[in-house]
Each structure stands twice: as structure tokens, then as C-alpha cells.
């Protein structure tokens, strides 16, 4: 999936992306009129104050967004046409850039109407409807004002070779949904299109749902050569994209509305830095590292991941390109008295090591990155790895939201969930955290996304968020040639 010809062909479909969805020419409101307050002649009345719902559910705390939930909903006839008017007074809103601002004044104007206005209501309204009917506003805009947040555009594999990924994945979208709808306002659906796989088609259903469907924020796609056609494309509209799997570091560059949930080697380094930990109050590490520009920036990352953990790094032996015999690093290493062995390298470099290791380091712990996968590995490294350890990219939950989760996902898909089911969990934890704090549009989607980004250099120029509950990079633990959960036998 990471070939450098998918990249390439990605990139180049994203900039085809970008000039297909060039805006034709939208232009602001008029500024003779700013849009930007109600007329001041007649002041909004003061709209009701928090009407609790039929089931008691919590409304964001930001006043506009309580108001454009309340009116999404339309569950108060009464009282629509003073929120309304209120909402097109908001100093929240006033801030929107002016497109945004128009579009969304106009839309919660002409709900207004719809109610049951009094004369004053009813000036507050038609003016501003009068002022703004007339603006070349975009219907993008328009649209979106109009869904607010509470459709969420998701594109990703339904069907084909890759079908199970999708669904599991968007399951756990799903119970993440549904958890937020049972307790707050206001409530949010998916708008789901099937990519096929095919980055092609993915860039087709995407424009679908920027264009036809007005959605602000698009979620997808499950890998990087499907992606970088939808970064390119949400950003030419201003809406958001969140991908729950991509790799490809390059894609934070195609602009700031683009977020991954990216689990970078500081994360991994950091979890493998506490495993060790835990297995010996007085844990020291020694690293077996290829020569590689990417292992020796793993190896960094260890280093500070050791030194944070409280772990001593006794000392890092790095070996060459096609280099076969590695007993004289591995009794380097021994020498140190390490309580544990990481191996940092590529498959080759592990399938090498690993059956010198017993000759050498008999009962030393090891453990390393994705590299250990037994899947790649021959089979006489392979029980060579008996009992070693390795961290996968993909997040595990810990604690009770785990349990509540796999219990929750049980009960509605009568399975256990999958590491795509956990992305899909996490990736929807992220946009209704987003939703309850009062983000009634893209712009402040984004702003609110920036919050919950990893605490961390990599972090932060990937835009990759950090987990809304307590979780943290996969363990998994070879057994008879097979990698397992720890404890289990899957």
C-alpha cells in the first residue's frame, strides 16, 4: 500500500482533486451590509433558556452551538423563532468568516420564519433574510449551514477484497455515535459510500458528499493511496478530514483541515519503554539496530522513550546491510547486562538475528517494533521469537473503556470488535468530543481538533490526535509461531 507508485499516483490524482473542486467564484457578502450583526434599530428578543429535552440530554455549553442543536431538533415550535434570532446575533457566530457567517445567518433566519414568530421576532428575521436572500453565497455554504456537524461523510471499502475492514471500522464509528445520541445534543448520522478500494472511486463518492450532500467533515480513507485524493479535496471546500489509517507521513501537508489517527514510533517506543518497566522495577534495555536512516531515528525515539520511563539504556549495537553474523554485537550487548534485547530493524534484519540469539543471550526478554511480525519470518526465527514481544500500530484500549466497548459492540454486532472496530471507536470519540464542545461548523471542527493532538513534535506536525480514553499502542506476544493478544489465545 505504501509502494512509491501508489504515493505518486495518489498525489498526483489529489492535485487533479484540487482543480476539480475549484470554487467558480464565491464571493462574500455585499459590504455595504456587514453581516456580521442584526439590524439595530430592533434588538433580538431574549430567546428561552435551556428547554431539557423529552430525555434530559446535555447540550453543548457554547450558547451557539445549544442553539443550533435546538434548532436542528424543532422539537419547541414555540420557541424557534427566538432562537433563531438569537443564533443570528450571536457574537459566536459574528466571528465566522463571512461566507460561513452569512450562510449560517440566513439558514437559522428562515427556520425562524417557520415557527412562530412575534412581530418583533419576525422584523429580527426578515431583515436579516433580506439582507443576505440576495448575496452570491455559495451552495456549499448554504448546504452545510444547513447539516450543521450532525452528518458525517464517511468513505471507505464496503465491498471487495477489503470489505471486512470497512464495516468493522465502521461499526465502531457506529457505537461511538450511538453513545453520544443517547446522552447529547444533537444527534449525528453517517453518510456512507462504498470506495470500492479504489482511490478513483473514492475521489468520485467524496465529491459526491463535499458537493451534493454539504457535509463538513469526511472520514476516510482506510489507506494512503485513497486518501490523499480526499485531503485534497476537503481542503479546497475548507471542510475536515479525519483518516483512521493512513501512513503516509506527507499527508498533514496538503492542509490544515487534515487530522490521521497516527500511531507514531514516539507512541510505540513509549509503550515498549513501559512493558519493559513493568517486567523489572531495575529494567535496562539493549538495542540490536540495523544501520537504516528510519532505525536510527527509531533508536532515538527509544532513547527518550527509556530515559522518560525510567528505563537505562545500557547500549545500541548497529549492524550493516547483509550483514549475516551478529554474534559479536549480541555479546557486546550481553556484556552490559541488559535485562532486555530490542531488536530495531527490518524483517531481514530480525529473521537474521533471531535464531542467534539462544546461543548467545539464552532467557534474555525481547522484543521489538512491527518488524517481528512472525508472518514474515521464517520459521526457524519464528521459534526463535518464542515468548518475544512486539508493538503494532494499531491502539488497544485499556481499563473500563475497553470493557465498555467490546461489551457495547458485542451486543449490537454479535462479535468481538477488531482493530479496525477500535479506529472506528477512536476516530468517532474524536468528532463527538469535538461536538460537545460546542463546534457548530468546520472551522471551529478544526480548532477544536488541534486540542487533541499528541503531546509531541511528530505529533503535532502530523496532526495526529491522541486517544479521547485511555489506550495505547497494541502488544502482541509470539506463541507457537503465532502472534497473540498477551494472556490469550487469539
Known sequence: MRS???????????????MAFAPAGVAAPPTTAPPT????????????????????????????A????????????????????????????????????????????RIGLTGEPSGD???????????LEGCPLDSIAVKRAAIGLTKVGVVVPLSGRFERYGETFVNGLRVAFEEHDREYAPNVSLVLY???????????????LLKDHGVSLLIGELFTAGTAPLAAATQVVGAVLLSPSATNERLATLGEGVFQLHVGQAALAAALARYVKGTNPRASIAVLSADGVDDSLAVRSLTVACANAGVRLAGVERVGEGTVDVTKQLASLKAKRATALVLVGPPRLVGVAAPQIGSIWSGVLV?????????????????????ASFFAPDYALLGAPRDTFAVAYARSFKEAPTRMSVRGYLVGLAVTRALQAGCVNAAQLRETLRGQLLDSD?????????????????????RSGRAILPDSGR
Open 367 to 387: 522484543a521489538g517494533f512491527e518488524s517481528l511480525d512472525p508472518e514474515g519470518l521464517s520459521r526457524e526465527a519464528r521459534e526463535a521469537l518464542e515468548g
Open 66 to 109: 445549544e442553539l443550533k442543536a435546538r434548532l436542528l431538533e424543532r422539537q419547541n415550535a414555540g420557541s424557534i423563532a427566538a432562537w433563531a434570532a438569537e443564533y443570528c446575533s450571536s457574537p459566536e457566530i459574528a466571528r465566522l468568516e463571512p461566507v460561513s457567517r452569512a450562510a449560517e445567518q440566513l439558514w437559522a433566519a
Open 194 to 208: 462504498d470506495s470500492e478500494g479504489d482511490p478513483l472511486v473514492g475521489a468520485r463518492k467524496a465529491r459526491w
Open 121 to 131: 421576532e419576525r422584523k429580527v428575521l426578515r431583515s436579516v433574510i433580506d439582507r
Open 458 to 478: 511528530e505529533g503535532r506536525a502530523l496532526r495526529a490526535l491522541r486517544p479521547a480514553v485511555p489506550a495505547e499502542p497494541e502488544r502482541l506476544v509470539i
Open 4 to 18: 512509491g507508485r501508489a504515493v505518486a499516483l495518489a498525489y498526483a490524482l489529489a492535485m487533479a482533486m484540487v
Open 37 to 64: 450583526t442584526a439590524p439595530p434599530t430592533t434588538a433580538p428578543p431574549t430567546a428561552p433558556a435551556a428547554i431539557a429535552g423529552p430525555a434530559e440530554r446535555h447540550y453543548p455549553p457554547r450558547r451557539a
